[in-house]
């Protein structure tokens, strides 16, 4: 038969087009990819602002007068924070007491970060230190002699301290952070509590604080209370309670570093939000990325080159419920104004985070990872270690 001729005229058969590819599933995957590294970036930028938004920016440093040179030994050179406690029982959550007012300082430690970034100390200032205060504030809050340490504070806030520690040591404070009720009570929640050792049953009368002997983890109120305890736990001192406020502070970076709190993007998270509510900070720490870019610097520390110690003090001769500076106290300040490494004397009694007091954590050398002691290492003990014990039963701490 004869074949007619095709549809499209030219006695060629039709040829159907090639079907283009639809590559659904990758253009799936990237807009979701998009959308989710958009989703990221907005939440860290929210986060950041946020974050950065909590911060109380305090008064600048430079208007401080007669302040020492710094000290420059390496690229960065050493930093020295000055941080302070600030009881008032105004704002939310700081209402911890039927106490009212407040808005002194019992707390005083001077943390100094050395210039390659290896070690650290906290050097505690007993409150009950009798010393000579400069003139604060442009002069309206007047020179004095043989005053309390925490009296600055009370007339002056922040600055006043940083000047009367200056003037007292030549060293120059670069950051300041002063830390409220509220604040403190949120970090240690935020981490799941912190560990404390307690030898002895605590009852404090006075604050009817209470608590059963052994160890374990407190959170919120608990925490608080702990590190206010003064009566009715070791001999009853303020620089006991140092002592113990010094051991928690070693116990709380400890759960820090070994929880893996800084691999949980979510704790993290709390923790900072935490923190940054109830902090005052100076301009160099006015937001979140200054602050960790400073903590990124010392990632590498070994927990036990953090150690906590009190400034080397002795009973005041005109009052024996206060204490002045010891002359060994000078040579902390010198070591310290010229970043090298305090003596194995001046830190025979100090705390380090490694292994606080009593722990059962430790992300010191030799630990498991598991944040238990690696049983198969054998304590072993000297003279020193004997009087360091001694020192820490005396202040209701557990020993090692």
């Not at 008032?88 to 970034?117: Q, V, W």
């Not at 307690?198 to 919120?220: L, Q």
């Not at 006015?286 to 009190?310: C, M, V, W």
Request: hydrophobic share 35%.
């Amino acid at each position: 038969t004869e074949n007619g001729p095709t549809a499209n005229g030219n006695g060629a058969p039709k040829r159907r087009g090639k079907p283009k590819k639809r590559h659904t599933v990758a253009r799936v995957l990237t807009v979701t990819i998009l959308v989710m590294s958009m989703g990221v970036a907005l939440f860290v930028v929210y986060s950041f602002r946020h974050l950065s938004g909590n911060l109380t920016v305090g008064p600048d440093l430079d208007s401080i007068p007669d302040r020492p040179e710094k000290v420059i030994t390496g690229p960065e050179g050493p930093l020295n924070i000055l941080v302070m406690g600030d009881d008032t029982r105004s704002g939310k959550g700081n209402h911890i007491d039927n106490e009212a007012g407040g808005g002194g300082s019992d707390t005083t430690i001077l943390l100094h970060l050395s210039a390659d970034r290896k070690r650290a100390y906290g050097i505690s200032i007993p409150r009950d230190t009798m010393v000579n205060r400069p003139a604060c504030d442009d002069g309206k809050i007047p020179a004095a002699t043989y005053q309390q340490w925490n009296a600055a504070y009370a007339l002056g806030g922040p600055l006043c301290t940083i000047h009367q520690l200056e003037s007292l040591t030549n060293i120059r404070i670069d950051h300041y952070v002063v830390v409220k009720f509220a604040g403190f009570k949120g970090m240690v929640d935020a981490i799941g509590g912190v560990e404390v050792c307690v030898p002895e049953e605590i009852d404090d009368p006075v604050a009817h604080i209470h608590f059963d002997k052994g160890t374990y983890k407190v959170t919120g109120d608990q925490a608080l209370s702990y590190v206010r305890v003064r009566h009715g736990v070791g001999n009853g001192s303020d620089i006991g309670r140092t002592r113990r406020q010094q051991a928690f502070i070693a116990s709380m970076a400890n759960q820090v570093i070994s929880a893996g709190t800084l691999t949980r993007p979510d704790r993290v998270l709390r923790f900072l939000n935490a923190a940054t509510k109830s902090l005052q900070v100076d301009e160099g720490l006015s937001n979140l990325g200054k602050i960790a870019a400073l903590g990124y610097e010392f990632r590498h520390i070994n927990p036990s080159d953090i150690q906590f110690i009190t400034i080397p003090w002795m009973a005041d001769p005109n009052d024996p419920n206060r204490v002045v500076f010891a002359p060994e106290a000078q040579q902390v300040w010198k070591k310290l104004r010229n970043d090298q490494p305090l003596t194995k004397q001046l830190t025979s009694t100090a705390i380090n985070a490694g292994k606080p007091p009593g722990s059962t954590q430790s992300s010191s050398p030799g630990s498991s990872g598991t944040g238990r002691p690696n049983q198969s290492q054998s304590p072993s003990s000297s003279p020193s270690d004997s009087a360091a014990n001694e020192e820490l039963a005396s202040v209701g701490l557990c020993t090692s």
